[in-house]
């Protein structure tokens, strides 16, 4: 299918990953239209966008019907990335009700955007579809290992639909369709309460809080820089595909939560507390992806070594906090050194 140039839809174009995808697309010169509800988004990340002249921002939930202002411009829509849904454990379960509707009634609406557009679809999917993957690494044909009626159901059984709607779509030649499983990722722009761990433990680091270990820690992710994960996006919207399948989107460097506590202690130079928690219901073990099906077909790959990536991030985070939320930095305490180290001299001021 031959996709002429128009406009991009980013939905969820306010939240994380989203946001950097809006920003690279904006950068190469694409028009760009972000319809996001504000959920689990930040408002702050939208004002970057807003400084791009081909940017326009819709407020909506895309469980509703989509507002007029994304459907007269239905015409023009030649790329849809579908990356509306919280992605937090903790975020996510607020509402489940809302977070399964999302991803299936918000997915299917889109996909008849698409329809009518003659846009590209890319879903946004998600390495939960493989729950508790029983297979190690995670391979695309895995069919996976989801508790349909544990508390994580409503985000991985909401995924796993969205990508069935999405596959039956292109099977009928109604849209054409692309799918990513996105793995653990991470960097700036996340909320300071997002609830994931990487967030969690830099913004504890930051504090001089003890960080929160869940269960004993030997749990396994593979944490993906986001300027990779929106790079290996781009791409699989872009890339001609010879058939209709699912594509990993991960980093393979896999790391326990324990070995990340220790991780984000050589950064920061000295070492830092643990608090063990509970072990969340249906925390998946081990997660890793096989990404040999993106190495082949789109020639892509995370280059961000995780070091350099969590260095980066403890930056943004340190920014973040002294921004908002002064009192909270370990500065306050007589831990000035911590700042200063991940902030970078140039930027302690
Ligand atoms: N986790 C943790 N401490 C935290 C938050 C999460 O030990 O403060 C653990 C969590 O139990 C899981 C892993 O870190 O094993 C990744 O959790 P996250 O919520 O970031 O994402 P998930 O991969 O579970 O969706």
């Known amino acids: 299918m031959h996709i002429r140039e128009g406009l991009t839809l980013v939905a969820g174009g306010a939240g994380f990953i989203g946001s950097h995808l809006c920003r690279a697309l904006l950068e190469n ?19 970057l966008l807003q400084d791009y002249g081909h940017f326009d ?60 557009s003659g846009a590209r679809f890319l879903l946004a999917s998600t390495s939960e579809v493989y729950g508790d993957s029983e297979v190690h690494p995670q391979q695309e044909d895995y069919r996976g290992h989801v508790n349909c009626t544990g508390p994580r159901a409503c985000y991985d059984e909401g995924k796993r639909a969205a990508e069935t709607l999405a596959f039956d779509y292109d099977r009928a030649g109604r849209s054409e369709i692309r799918v990513a499983r996105i793995f653990n990722t991470y960097g700036p722009n996340m909320r300071i309460d997002d609830g994931r761990v990487i967030s969690n433990l830099v913004c ?57 506590a220790s991780a984000l202690a050589a950064i920061i130079g000295h070492p830092l507390d643990l608090d063990y928690c509970d072990l969340p219901t249906d925390d998946p073990r081990r997660r890793r992806p096989d990404i040999a099906r993106a190495r082949e077909l789109l020639g892509w790959q995370p280059t961000t ?20 939320y002064p009192d909270e930095l370990v500065e306050r305490r007589g831990h000035e050194p911590v700042l200063r180290s991940a902030m970078g001299e140039e930027n302690f001021v």
Not at 29 to 42: A, K, P, T, W, Y
Not at 70 to 90: D, H, K, Q, W
Not at 312 to 320: D, G, H, I, S
């Open 204 to 260: 504890q680091a930051l504090s001089g809080e003890p960080l929160t270990v869940y269960g004993d820690g030997s749990q396994t992710r593979s944490f993906c820089y986001v300027a990779d994960t929106v790079d290996g996006l781009r791409k699989l919207m872009e890339c001609p595909m010879p058939d209709l399948q699912p594509i990993n989107i991960g980093n393979p460097e896999e790391i326990t939560i324990k070995q990340l």
């Open 57 to 116: 921002f819709v407020e909506a939930d895309i469980t509703q019907p989509l507002p007029n202002q994304v459907m007269r411009r239905a015409g023009e829509f030649t790329r849809i990335y579908n990356l509306a849904c919280a992605a937090s454990p903790i975020l996510y379960q607020i509402n489940p009700e809302h977070t399964l509707l999302t991803s299936v009634l918000g997915t299917n609406r889109l996909l008849r955007l698409a329809e009518q």
């Open 305 to 324: 070594p995780l070091r350099e990536g969590l260095e980066m991030t403890l930056a943004w985070f340190a920014r973040e906090l002294k921004a908002n």
């Open 29 to 47: 010169g694409h028009r760009v239209v972000c319809i996001d509800n504000l959920q689990s988004s930040r408002e702050s990340n939208l004002m």
